[in-house]
């Protein structure tokens, strides 16, 4: 476990790196080559509470994993059959460390989620603060839906829009308004029929040294329809 955050990231204490991009995985390795648990070890908030609505053994993939904290608890909590996907090798790394520490079976798949296609279709598939440029969304969307078997679950969370406003939110999250989320583009890419939750909320978020503070986010369900 390394313990001494790098002295380039260390410069700023929200670990951003401004000039840096974070469409590039070395921008990501670097954050989880400075120190575990970015994310904190316990799940997502809205995994946690829709972890109910995960049927036990459930094949589930996590686009942009990171360390995996949400497949680690589905795992011991619904005894889920946990596939990471992301594009940091190095949190790969780290969630592979994890799941070992805690004898728990990970696939892991480094992938890019602008073209992650999977050999066999998940029941579940997690989202959670995986902010991509608008030229990648509409295409990332399309590979989620198929990425479910047909009445698959995907469970997503992300800044919404109004984060942007920094006078009323925290500054974490996605640097620019552009890689920020509003309700009507969900509407716009997913079919509407299959929409089980689309809401839009503040929320004091406490989830790892980065991702900590009052947020605007969106939560969102949706269900791949049978035919
Ligand atoms: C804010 S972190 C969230 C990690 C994890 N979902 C969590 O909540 O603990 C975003 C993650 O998405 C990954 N990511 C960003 N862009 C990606 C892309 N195009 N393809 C795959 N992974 C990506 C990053 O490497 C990083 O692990």
């Known amino acids: 476990m390394k313990e001494t955050p790098r002295p380039s990231l260390t410069q700023n204490p929200q670990f951003r790196i401004e000039d840096d991009d974070p469409a590039r995985p070395r921008f990501w390795d670097e ?21 109910s609505r995960i049927p036990q053994g459930a094949r589930v993939a996590e686009v942009g ?14 005894d889920a059959d946990v596939t990471a996907v992301d594009f940091a090798e190095e949190g790969l790394r780290a969630a592979r ?4 520490a805690a004898g728990i079976s ?23 603060f995986l902010h991509l440029l ?10 989620l839906q198929e990425a479910l078997v047909p009445g698959g679950l995907l469970l997503a969370e992300w800044f919404s829009e109004a984060h942007a406003d920094k006078t009323r939110f925290a500054e974490i999250g996605p640097p620019g308004a552009e890689r920020m989320i509003s309700a009507n ?12 939750q689309l809401d839009e909320r503040e929320r004091d978020l406490d989830e790892g040294p980065i ?11 949706w269900r791949r329809p049978i035919s």
């Open 31 to 51: 954050k989880y080559e400075s120190r575990e648990a970015l994310f904190g070890t316990a799940p997502n908030a809205f995994v946690r509470a829709a972890a």
């Open 185 to 196: 583009e969900l509407r716009k890419h997913f079919p509407r029929a299959g929409i089980e």
């Open 106 to 128: 990970l696939e892991t798949t480094a992938a890019d989620a602008r073209a992650w296609r999977p050999e066999r279709p998940f029941d579940v598939v997690l989202v959670t």
């Open 211 to 221: 991702l900590k503070g009052h947020a605007a986010v969106l939560r969102f369900a």
């Open 134 to 143: 608008p030229e990648a969304r509409a295409e990332s969307y399309r590979r």
């Open 97 to 100: 460390r994890r799941a070992e």
């Open 65 to 78: 994993a990171g360390e995996a904290r949400n497949l680690l608890y589905l795992a011991r909590e619904r």
